[in-house]
């Protein structure tokens, strides 16, 4: 109970495929979301979810739709808040956060291309509070990996972009600055990578896949200590991301 928790919903799959083959489809219907939410209470046991994510969006329902059914689901105290996860930037802004959008959910690391950068700073700009999912950039940025891995067809990163081979300089220059940093402060580079993510200015949260005890306690240790402005600024430069959000 002393855990904020958030969930999401609006994608389908056909499970018994296993993660990396599975056919997956996108629905945001109301009959769907309000049964999903109430799928999602009943596993996690709780009476109202305090922050609901919509995945993605779908083609045939619109937007207007889709905040209806979260307003209904509000309503009826199935939910605390509600936000949007993978939606066009211009459709978000469009609504603004006067139809009760509360969050808005994106992939960020140090390693995200202008584009995405450049959405992130205008949902910032807007009010919305920016959860960044893929932090360590599903792997990566934890310096596990190198130009050479490969991946097998039931692992879902042998289709990432960002392993490919051409992409590789950049991350390794990258991984090079991540690894300097966390020898001399006695971190590992998942550490720094997650902390700068933090200190980024681009969101105000990181979403962390977790697989380990271990790596419990990695992420429980990131509140006590920050990046100096010089490093945070040394990896942003590194990962040819603006400065102009870097918050020290």
């Excluded at 993978?86 to 802004?93: G, I, M, R, S």
């Excluded at 603004?96 to 949902?123: H, K, M, W």
């Excluded at 081979?165 to 550490?191: D, F, K, T, Y």
Aim: aromatic share 8%; glycine share 10%.
């Amino acid at each position: 109970h002393d855990a904020f928790i958030i969930t999401k919903g609006g994608v389908r799959w056909e499970s018994e495929q296993g993660r990396a083959r599975a056919r997956t489809w996108c629905d945001n219907s109301p009959d769907y979301l309000a049964r999903a939410i109430e799928d999602s209470l009943r596993r996690l046991r709780i009476d109202v979810i305090p922050l609901y994510f919509v995945h993605w969006p779908d083609e045939s329902t619109s937007l207007p739709r889709v905040l209806d059914a979260l307003r209904e689901a509000r309503h009826r105290g199935r939910i605390q808040g509600y936000g949007l996860a993978n939606f066009a930037a211009e459709a978000v802004l469009e609504c603004g956060p006067a139809t009760g959008i509360e969050a808005v959910q994106a992939s960020y690391n140090l390693l995200s291309e202008d584009a995405e950068l450049e959405d992130l700073y205008r949902f910032g700009w807007a009010g919305f509070e920016r959860y960044g999912y893929g932090a360590l950039a599903q792997g990566l940025l934890t310096g596990k990996y190198g130009p050479d891995t490969r991946f097998g067809d039931d692992d879902r990163r042998h289709r990432l972009t960002q392993f490919e081979a051409e992409r590789w300089p950049r991350a390794e220059a990258l991984l090079g600055q991540l690894g300097r940093i966390a020898e001399c402060m006695g971190r590992n580079v998942a550490q720094v990578a997650l902390q700068a993510a933090r200190q980024s200015g681009f969101v105000e949260h990181v979403i962390v896949g977790i697989k380990s005890p271990e790596q419990v306690h990695d992420l429980c240790g990131l509140g006590g200590w920050r990046l100096a402005e010089g490093d945070l600024r040394a990896l942003m430069n590194a990962a040819r991301q603006p400065a102009r959000t870097v918050a020290g």
